[in-house]
């Protein structure tokens, strides 16, 4: 069994939901990436989400946006992020998925990519912009080195599409709660839920519910009906708030506990 369906099988055996925190490894250096890591293992993460910074992230709102461009300002490329994993990985015990488009993957090398991802403990990879149709050569490698595709569902995503993707995900699967870009927001949308409803007529895997969860009460909320919340925006966005400060790994910290902190 893999290290994700071991975290959601933990999960589903005490009853509650999962907690996903997402950074964007390199922001605001690899060193506080690494340590970030390890302080939100430590503060209750059930997987992490490690972005790779890239130049042209379309499916991202502003916050996440800056965070690439400071990590890109920093020099940080693939091999730097698949290296910070592997240091950190060293420290921690939770399942961590490489977040990315497919651009630098594929600049990289996909089968290069997979080896090292596997060879530093990656768990999953999430490539935004690759469907299904397009990604049965990607998935056949993944596969085989035993690190688990996630893909995207929306709500704006038909019923083929959806069972299209079912046969192929493998950990979970991550549900987009509104149409649009990534960022915090104020309010959760009634479109979450009902897409979980729909993913779970064609798939049993885990459900995990991101875009615009920003407070304890959007997680608590998303558990209602979901398996896991992701919480990007908010956190790399507490993270730009902290910039420069000594404390901002245990600020970050204490952030994150905030937010699974106050739920039932």
């Not at 993913?199 to 407070?215: C, H, M, N, Q």
């Not at 507490?238 to 400060?245: A, D, H, I, M, T």
Request: hydrophobic letters at 45%.
């Amino acid at each position: 069994m893999s290290r994700i369906r071991e975290a959601f099988a933990r999960l589903k055996h005490s009853g509650r939901g999962g907690f996903i925190p997402f950074i964007t490894a390199g922001d605001p250096d690899l060193q506080t990436t690494k340590l970030l890591l390890i302080e939100l293992a430590a503060a209750g993460a059930d997987i992490i989400e490690v972005g790779v910074p890239f130049s042209d992230p379309v499916a991202d709102g502003e916050v996440i946006q800056r965070a690439s461009e400071r990590a890109l300002r920093n020099g940080v490329a693939v091999t730097d992020v698949l290296a910070c994993i592997g240091n950190a990985n060293q420290h921690i015990d939770v399942p961590v998925v490489l977040f990315s488009y497919f651009n630098p993957l594929l600049q990289f090398g996909p089968e290069r990519l997979i080896a090292e991802a596997k060879h530093v403990g990656a768990d999953a990879i999430l490539v935004t912009d690759l469907i299904p149709e397009e990604a049965g050569a990607w998935i056949d490698i993944l596969g085989t080195a035993g690190i688990e595709p996630i893909f995207l569902v929306a709500p704006t995503t038909s019923d083929e599409r959806l069972e299209r993707i079912a046969r192929h995900a493998r950990g979970f699967i991550y549900a987009v709660s509104r149409a649009g870009v990534t960022g915090a927001r104020d309010q959760m949308t009634r479109d979450a839920e009902a897409l979980v409803k729909r993913v779970r007529r064609v798939s049993d895997l885990p459900v995990a519910v991101g875009f615009g969860i920003s407070t304890a009460e959007h997680v608590w909320q998303v558990w209602r009906f979901a398996d896991a919340a992701v919480v990007g925006s908010a956190i790399v966005r507490e993270l730009e708030k902290l910039s420069g400060r000594q404390d901002l790994v245990k600020r970050i910290g204490t952030f994150a506990r905030s937010l699974v902190g106050a739920a039932p």
